[in-house]
């Protein structure tokens, strides 16, 4: 049956229609005012699913609910946060590709963690349990499961890699830029040696035109970067958006030109610094690694934390001791030398 309609006494109409709710027929009847309203509420009914949200997401694996989750409420954010995301997901299809939503409680969550921990850095599984918490906490208040399975989850994993290999030491970060300086005719090296003398991130430089540059003032405009789209949008925080000198060197080879500056994609980016560190003979490192490089040479050279803060565009300083903590450290003797010798 596809509907009825009836003129009622009143004048007004009497629409009805059987529908399937959790698998069973079911007549449904609205009084409308009109009989194109009802024609109207009819077709509405027809296509509307209305199964039970517990029903609905009987069948629906955890993968399938986590993208829907984290591309309908997640699509805003920064390029490199948006990737962590499709990491994640990466995992979820890889160590437990059938697992359903509504059979995924707190001993499967647990078992998750336990077996992606054995090869892999407590940090690196904090970032998959906190995306997995946030989407299961989701599906909690929207109805899709019955109890919210992310309560007192043991974080595991392996110690993380030491500091000192997240970056490049002096020597080997100057001979990257001497090497990629030589290069710049091409796009990915071009973006490399930004990088180097700027620290700005990977979406925050392809996302540069050659007017940020101001030669003038010799100065570089931060308060872009692009989505995993492709789409220019605003930095990914207030903090982000900054303005930062730039040196001779790097405001010589932009000037003159117009546009945006990289074309090259992200990941042939990433790919060219590997390539050159195998080249160059240094150590393989992504360009987040680049960015903490260009930190660890500041902070090197005696340029202070706060400015290398607000250079980065960190929120506040505490991320930046946190990621320099082994610089701090090393410079804490010399401190405390210069200290004691003002009393001698």
């Known amino acids: 049956m596809a509907g009825s309609i009836e003129k009622t006494s009143t004048g007004r109409y009497w629409a009805r229609v059987r529908v399937k709710i959790d698998g069973k027929s079911v007549q449904l009847s609205k009084t409308k005012d009109t009989k194109k309203e009802a024609q109207l509420w009819i077709a509405q009914q027809l296509t509307t699913n209305h199964d039970s949200k517990e029903n609905k997401y009987k069948k629906m694996l955890l993968a399938d609910y986590f993208e829907q989750w984290y591309t309908s409420y997640k699509f805003d954010k920064e390029f490199s946060t948006v990737h962590q995301y499709k990491s994640t997901l990466s995992v979820i299809k890889k160590l437990i590709p059938k697992m359903k939503l509504v059979d995924f409680d707190r001993t499967e969550f647990q078992k998750f963690i336990n077996i992606y921990g054995a090869d892999h850095s407590k940090q690196t599984v904090a970032k998959r349990k906190n995306h997995l918490t946030q989407c299961l906490k989701n599906a909690y208040a929207d109805g899709a499961i019955k109890k919210d399975p992310t309560i007192l989850i043991n974080l595991v994993g392996q110690k993380g890699r030491p500091s000192d290999s997240k970056y490049l030491e002096a020597d080997d ?44 003032t010799k100065e570089l405009t931060i308060n872009k970067s692009i989505d995993p789209n492709g789409r220019i949008k605003s930095t990914k925080t207030e903090s982000s958006r900054r303005v930062i000198a730039v040196d001779d060197k790097l405001l010589n080879v932009v000037q003159g030109k117009s546009g945006r500056i990289i074309t090259a994609s992200n990941n042939w980016i990433n790919r060219t610094l590997k390539k050159i560190a195998k080249e160059i003979n240094i150590k393989p490192i992504t360009f987040h690694a680049l960015r903490h490089s260009h930190g660890s040479f500041l902070i090197s050279n005696g340029v202070s934390i706060n400015y290398v803060s607000q250079r980065l565009g960190h929120r506040d300083i505490s991320i930046t001791q946190k990621i320099y903590t082994h610089l701090l450290i090393l410079e804490k003797k010399p401190q405390e030398q210069k200290t004691v010798a003002l009393f001698d």
């Open 173 to 216: 970060f100057l001979k990257l830029e001497h090497f990629v300086e030589n290069k710049l005719d091409k796009n990915a090296y071009l973006a490399i040696y930004i990088g180097i003398h700027t620290g700005a991130r990977i979406g925050e430089i392809m996302a540069l035109n050659y007017e940020d540059f101001n030669q003038e």
